[in-house]
């Protein structure tokens, strides 16, 4: 079956430090991926998204993920968290299945220590 | 842009009553909408799709008499939880899309309901 993995549910930085979150799908087909973010009792943000051309996308507040077709990953980096940057992220996928649904992963808690 | 509001934010209600939860897109006409559900430090789990003007598609095991949905304009959805109950309680979440279907489409999502069945 067609999965989205975060590893590691809880994510602890200090500030300023580089935030790493992992996204790896199963899928032998490329999906569109995605980046949300949410913050507490709030809907989700949009941060960036890959859907074709350059692998190493960039999107708001300083996140970047790169696409890496041969690790079938799609990993969210920053050089420098901020304590704003405390939230939940959500890593999700279409066109898996030739469907445009989502499938999100379990979601990766950033805490960002001062 | 694509900006997209629910209403109301917060609802608590009794058991055996029905609420019904407003889904807009603000400034864009969203072709479709979808309807998730969240439980408490969990992921999305998506109910039902919507389309304008027709009826919605429900994810397999998402009770349809139940969870009413309907996509009566390009900006506007409304779910209505039909005899809720205490189980019911959870944060519903919508979001919404310009084109019908089309993948790796961004989906533009809503800032939740959170619904209290007493």
């Known amino acids: 079956a067609q999965s989205v993995t975060q590893l590691g549910s809880h994510v602890s930085v200090s500030e300023g430090a580089l935030v790493l979150l992992r996204c790896n799908y199963s899928?032998?087909?490329?999906?569109?991926l995605f980046w949300y973010v949410q913050y507490p009792n709030q809907g989700l943000q949009l941060l960036l998204k890959?859907?074709?051309?350059?692998?190493l996308v960039k999107g708001i507040n300083g996140f970047e993920a790169e696409f890496k077709k041969s690790e079938t990953s799609f990993h969210l980096t920053k050089p420098s968290a901020h304590m704003s940057d405390a939230a939940e992220y959500f890593c999700a996928v279409s066109g898996i299945s030739g469907t445009y649904k989502y499938i999100f992963g379990t979601g990766t808690r950033l805490k960002v220590l001062a | 842009g694509a900006v997209v509001s629910q209403h109301p934010s917060r609802v608590i209600c009794k058991s055996g009553t029905s609420v019904k939860i407003e889904c807009r897109s603000l400034?864009?006409?969203?072709?479709?909408m979808f309807w998730y559900r969240q439980f408490p430090k969990q992921s999305l789990m998506l109910m039902a799709t919507s389309n304008e003007g027709s009826k919605a598609t429900y994810e397999q095991g998402v009770e349809k008499d139940k969870f009413l949905i309907n996509h009566a304009s390009l900006t506007l959805s409304t779910l209505t939880v039909t005899s809720a109950h205490p189980e019911d309680s959870s944060f519903y979440i919508c979001?919404?899309?310009?084109?019908?279907?089309?993948?790796?489409?961004?989906?533009?999502f809503g800032p939740g309901t959170r619904l209290l069945v007493l």
């Open positions: 979001s919404a899309s310009f084109l019908a279907g089309a993948q790796g489409e961004t989906q533009y």
């Open positions: 400034d864009f006409q969203a072709t479709t």
């Open positions: 899928s032998s087909v490329p999906p569109y």
């Open positions: 890959y859907t074709t051309g350059a692998t």
